[in-house]
């Protein structure tokens, strides 16, 4: 069976079983609803379209070895970039310093 991923054709079936909720997924899922609320004071910083627009500007590989919920925030940090909400280098450093453990990351 062939799939369209991305725009392009993949002969591995799609891995459809469910995994537990991480904390990080919820967040970026809350993260998603807030940004995308019509009905939050100032209005919504973007739209669920954006969100679409800016997975699909992905690189293939980037597509294609993301998780769904790591696809969404890179789209929210690439949206909110572009309107000069957050700075993209900031949140970099500010994860490369997470992931060599010198921030404190709630649970």
């Known amino acids: 069976m062939v799939h ?9 079936p799609i891995v ?7 904390p990080w997924e919820l967040r970026v899922d ?6 995308t609320d019509a009905a939050r004071p100032g209005g919504p910083h973007m739209t669920v379209d954006e969100l679409r627009r800016g997975i ?4 293939p590989e980037d597509y294609r070895d ?3 919920y790591a696809k969404w925030l890179l789209s929210m940090i690439a949206i909110l970039a572009e309107r000069g909400v957050v700075d993209a280098a900031q949140i970099e ?7 060599r453990g010198r921030g404190h990351v709630h649970p």
Do not use: F, N
């Not at 809350?30 to 940004?35: I, K, P, Q, Y």
């Open 4 to 12: 369209d991923v991305g725009g392009s054709d993949v002969h591995d």
């Open 16 to 22: 459809r079983a469910e995994h537990a909720v991480l």
């Open 30 to 35: 809350a993260l998603m609803w807030t940004l």
């Open 56 to 59: 699909e500007a992905m690189p």
């Open 66 to 68: 993301l998780d769904y």
């Open 93 to 99: 450093r500010r994860a490369r310093e997470i992931v």
